[in-house]
């Protein structure tokens, strides 16, 4: 075991939300264990990588990350080289043989072994937990409120990786809930890899709204954000309450992978398209002004023209609010990875930015009907020229459009905007003076 205290310990944590909370929880750790965090590798004693495993371009990216990690343990410059995460749950041993200048690998669930590691001291798998130390801005967190998943989706290594579903109990969820809010916290964004499934698995069992229900009521919330939503498991429960909850915002992130029933078929995703449009019609029967946020694949073994038309049909029927997506890739392990990947890549590749060029019409549209309104602004940052920028409830931070006002307003607090121009990914807006803005009707 290694002793080393007191060292200089960069974080690189890359993939999803997810992987960004089980950072946290380390790096909370070892604040506690009066280690020093820095920004940048070239600062580091210790340096840290999380790794993601899930498609083809983030485990390359995982490798370009440990490679250029690896040349600075080589040379002396950083003492210890760590790497963790999905991809280094699954390739471990490849990665041992390949990449000698790593001093440990370590799997997705090992926090509490990094520090005993690093430490020399035992610690329980809650101590991290505990001390969660945030690596977005002060005022947005993620909650991750289930591990794993039991789906078993065709396409999909995660459960591989992840193991099977492991809810957070409820109590656990709304005492994070309430720390993060206690710390200045005022948008929570819920995560799991399904977060509709959500306390199927626990004794007594519970469920995603009900989990809402208690979440509405942390004092010091004002946002509520739902991510990861399977359709399939999208029931009329947690659809009324995108209505009912006060502090639930009218955002969804439901990805539906694709519009063609042969597709969805083979990808084993338990809803047809019409499945799929029933839900999309009951969120917005509920809830007219919702946004709905989407993922799909294309390229996956079988898919034909007609599939794909089927698709391209679907997501212009739709007209989904916003959407990403991904070329298939192989995942060793999976169901998908014993069908013949007969797509290729360049075909793959025009099927994308067919998507893309359609969605980014849809955008255009919906964008420029906001034009002359006012939105609630939660200002997330400052770019370089004094403007701010901020998102309306229709944007999560990273993935979606952003609002940028032409004044320096104050980061993490709430603001009404007036929207006075539009693009296809950005809206432009100046503070509105007027009357006071309607925060449930907003909502």
């Not at 960004?20 to 580091?44: I, R, T």
């Amino acid at each position: 075991m290694v002793e080393i205290q007191k060292n200089k310990v960069a974080m690189i944590s890359l993939g999803c939300a997810k992987n960004l909370v089980d950072s946290e929880m380390l790096v909370g750790g070892l604040k506690q264990e009066n280690y020093e965090m820095v920004k940048s590798s070239d600062d580091a004693d210790i340096l840290i990588v999380n790794t993601c495993g899930f498609l083809e371009s983030a485990r390359e990216e995982s490798v370009d990350v440990i490679l250029e990690a690896g040349e600075l343990r080589k040379a002396g410059k950083v003492k210890k080289l760590i790497v963790m995460g999905c991809f280094s749950e699954r390739y471990s041993p490849e990665l041992r043989e390949e990449i000698p200048e790593v001093d440990e690998f370590f799997g997705t669930q090992d926090h509490a072994e990094v520090l005993s590691y690093l430490t020399g001291k035992p610690h329980t798998k809650a101590d991290p937990d505990y001390f969660r130390s945030l690596l977005t801005p002060n005022h947005y967190a993620y909650l991750k409120i289930a591990e794993g998943c039991d789906n078993g989706c065709s396409f999909c290594s995660i459960p591989l990786m992840r193991g099977l579903q492991k809810s957070q109990p409820v109590k656990w969820n709304l005492q994070e809930a309430r720390r993060l809010a206690a710390n200045g916290v005022k948008e929570l964004l819920v995560i799991a890899q399904d977060s509709t499934s959500y306390g199927w698995d626990l004794t007594p069992r519970s469920s995603l709204h009900e989990l809402m229900d208690e979440l509405d009521k942390v004092e010091g919330l004002e946002w509520i954000r739902l991510h990861y939503a399977h359709p399939a498991h999208l029931h009329r429960e947690m659809i009324e309450r995108f209505a009912k909850l006060t502090k639930l915002v009218q955002y969804i992130d439901m990805p539906v992978q694709h519009g063609s029933d042969k597709v969805l078929k083979d990808m084993r995703r338990g809803l047809n398209s019409d499945g799929i449009r029933k839900r999309i019609e009951s969120l917005r029967n509920t809830c007219p002004e919702i946004a709905i946020r989407t993922s799909i694949i294309v390229g996956f073994p079988g898919e034909t023209d007609e599939d794909f038309k089927q698709l391209y049909d679907f997501v212009e029927e739709v007209e989904f609010d916003r959407l990403g997506v991904f070329t298939y890739s192989e995942e060793e392990g999976t169901h998908g990875a014993s069908l013949k990947d007969d797509i290729p890549m360049e075909i793959k590749t025009e099927r994308m930015d067919a998507i893309m060029m359609l969605q980014q019409d849809i955008n255009l549209k919906k964008n420029k009907a906001l034009v002359g309104k006012n939105e609630r602004v939660l200002i997330d940052s400052h770019s370089e020229n004094g403007t701010s920028i901020g998102r309306s409830y229709r944007d999560a931070p990273e993935v979606d459009n952003f609002i940028r006002i032409n004044e320096k307003l104050n980061i993490g607090e709430f603001y009404d905007i007036e929207i006075t121009a539009a693009s296809e990914y950005e809206l432009i807006g100046e503070k509105y003076i007027g009357l006071e803005y309607n925060k449930e009707e907003i909502n």
